[in-house]
Nanobody, 126 residues
Framework: QVQLVESGGGLVQAGGSLRLSCAAS????????MTWFRQPPGKEREFVAS????????SYAESVKGRFTISRDNAKNTLYLQMNSLKPEDTAVYYC???????????????????WGQGTQVTVSS
């Protein structure tokens, strides 16, 4: 059984930084892609950033491009999200997710992901 566990969330002032981590465990863990999604209060879950596990190819939502950086440590089976210049609108529960197979242009589709973490709260005060 694969488990994803996020950490690193918290309360930060606007302009500040946080680094989220997502540790994957399980004897047979493997993924084609890992992605960060977020769910702002009262809104639907949305795509934030994605990385292919082997090649390291990245993709970002326009709203976070230039401020957030996704990375991974394959040896540690850990995914990261460095968030800089945070804004109040970044307030959300952040989730990591793993897709075991290639999904082409549909990688922002929540339903394609096989494993999800429990989420970590990020609150940005103005």
């Amino acid at each position: 059984q694969v488990q994803l566990v996020e950490s690193g969330g918290g309360l930060v002032q606007a302009g500040g930084s946080l680094r989220l981590s997502c540790a994957a465990s399980g004897r047979t863990f493997s993924a084609y892609r890992m992605t960060w999604f977020r769910q702002p209060p009262g809104k639907e879950r949305e795509f934030v950033a994605s990385i292919t596990w082997i090649g390291g190819s990245t993709s970002y939502a326009e709203s976070v491009k230039g401020r957030f950086t996704i990375s991974r440590d394959n040896a540690k089976n850990t995914l990261y999200l460095q968030m800089n210049s945070l804004k109040p609108e970044d307030t959300a529960v952040y989730y990591c997710a793993a897709d075991r197979e290639y999904s082409g242009a549909y990688y922002q589709t929540l339903q394609l992901y096989d494993y999800w973490g429990q989420g970590t709260q990020v609150t940005v005060s103005s």
